[in-house]
């Protein structure tokens, strides 16, 4: 059987993004298998549809710890333990230390609603119609030590529309996101598969 990269998932909330990473991860030729679903709230709905897709689900309330350091020591330690390989970020609300960041250096990815290195951190959708700005979108990209900084791997642009808010705009957006994040996870796990081959 062909080797697949071991990946797991961090999410906040519903999910959506990681349930489109489950779904093209059923492919058998895909070059990554979701293999952990880890959520910093117990009560995330993504962690009932990851069970549902039969991944294993667990939650690490952030509230149970004192510091943020010792929250990451025990995601660590659950992405390790579960020998995972790379990670990806979907609708993950924590920021993540550079002490963590470095740890994983070059196998995080996250998703962003926006085109980056435009609009970093929240209400991209409000921020955009705000700014009168005629396109919008998302980025999927390597996370850095650097808030919505870290070097791009793909990106899907969207029309502002007349008469857009924000709710229409961010689910065109969210369409996109369900199309490339699959794709930009398969690239870089291939990638990451290939690195590990002798050169002949």
């Given amino acids: 059987?062909?080797?697949?990269?071991?990946?797991?998932?961090?999410?906040?909330?519903?999910?959506?993004?990681?349930?489109?990473?489950?779904?093209?991860?059923?492919?058998?030729?895909?070059?990554?298998?979701?293999?952990?679903?880890?959520?910093?709230?117990?009560?995330?709905a993504g962690l009932v549809a990851a069970r549902a897709a039969g991944v294993t689900a667990k939650a690490i309330d952030y509230r149970c710890f004192s510091a943020r350091e010792a929250?990451?020591?025990?995601?660590?330690?659950?992405?390790?333990?579960?020998?995972?390989?790379?990670?990806?970020?979907?609708g993950f609300m924590r920021i993540l230390s550079p002490k963590l960041v470095e740890r994983w250096s070059g196998r995080i990815l996250n998703i962003h609603p926006s085109l980056l290195p435009e609009l970093r951190g929240l209400h991209t959708h409000e921020r955009a119609l705000a700014e009168g700005r005629r396109e919008h979108g998302c980025t999927v990209h390597f996370v850095s030590a650097e808030l919505d900084a870290g070097p791009i791997v793909a990106q899907a642009r969207v029309p502002v529309l007349p008469g857009d808010d924000a709710d229409?705009?961010?689910?065109?957006?969210?369409?996109?996101?369900?199309?490339?994040?699959?794709?930009?996870?398969?690239?870089?796990?291939?990638?990451?598969?290939?690195?590990e081959r002798p050169a002949i």
């Fill in 1 to 44: 059987m062909t080797r697949r990269l071991r990946t797991g998932v961090l999410i906040s909330g519903r999910g959506s993004n990681m349930s489109a990473l489950i779904e093209a991860a059923g492919r058998p030729d895909f070059a990554a298998e979701i293999v952990l679903v880890l959520s910093d709230w117990p009560d995330a």
């Fill in 71 to 90: 929250f990451e020591t025990e995601l660590h330690g659950q992405l390790a333990g579960a020998g995972i390989e790379l990670v990806c970020l979907a």
């Fill in 168 to 195: 229409t705009l961010a689910s065109r957006v969210l369409h996109e996101e369900h199309r490339i994040y699959p794709l930009a996870l398969e690239a870089v796990a291939r990638k990451l598969l290939a690195a």
